[in-house]
C-alpha cells in the first residue's frame, strides 16, 4: 500500500470543493496505510481536530476510505452526528445534508442496533448452553474470597 497514489482522489476532492464553493481548511492522507486500520496517523489527527472542534465537514472519496467495518463506521458517524459534522463520500453520493444522506444515517443507526441484539442474543444462548453442560459461570472462587471486600471509590467516600 505504501506505492498507493493519493493525487487522483485528491484532485476529485478539491474539485468537488470548488464546485460547492467549500474552504479546505486541512487535509487528512494516510500514504501506506490501509483504511482497514482504525489507528492512521493522520486519522488520528482528523479525530482529534473533529473533537476539538475544529471540523465541521468530512469530505472522502469513498466510504472506505474512513473505514471498513461496519462497527467502526458506525461508531465514527456517531460521534459525527453528535457533534453536528457532515459527512460527504463522492462515490457513495453519500451526503449528510440532504434527505438521502440523513436516510444513511438511520440506516446506520438500525444496523447498530441489530448488531448489538446479535450480540446480546448470542452471549445469552452461550451462557445458557454453558450452564445446562454444568459449568459453573462467573469468577472463579479463591483464597482471597474468605475475607470481607474493602469498599473502594464513591461509597468508600460517603461512609466516612
Known amino acids: 500500500m505504501s506505492d498507493q497514489n493519493t493525487e487522483t482522489q485528491r484532485l476529485a ?25 482504525e489507528h492512521r496517523p493522520q486519522f488520528e489527527r482528523l479525530l482529534a481536530d473533529v473533537r ?37 463520500s463522492l462515490s457513495e453520493n453519500i451526503n449528510t445534508q440532504t434527505p438521502e444522506g440523513k436516510m444513511f444515517w438511520q440506516l446506520l443507526g438500525v444496523f447498530a442496533e441489530y448488531e448489538r441484539e446479535l450480540i446480546v442474543s ?19 472462587k479463591g483464597r482471597k474470597d474468605s475475607k ?3 469498599r473502594r471509590g464513591h461509597l468508600r467516600q460517603c461512609v466516612r
Open 13 to 37: 476532492l478539491k474539485e468537488y470543493c470548488q464546485r460547492m464553493n467549500y474552504k479546505i481548511t486541512d487535509e487528512y492522507i494516510d500514504n501506506g496505510w490501509s483504511g482497514k486500520n
Open 148 to 150: 470481607p471486600r474493602v
Open 52 to 88: 476539538a472542534g475544529k471540523v465541521s465537514c468530512v469530505l472522502v472519496t469513498r466510504l472506505d476510505r474512513v473505514g471498513r467495518s461496519l462497527q467502526h463506521l458506525i461508531s465514527l458517524f456517531a460521534e459525527f452526528k453528535n457533534r453536528d459534522i457532515e459527512f460527504i
Open 122 to 140: 448470542r452471549t445469552r444462548a452461550g451462557l445458557a448452553r454453558a450452564r445446562a453442560e454444568g459449568k459453573r459461570l462467573g469468577r472463579p
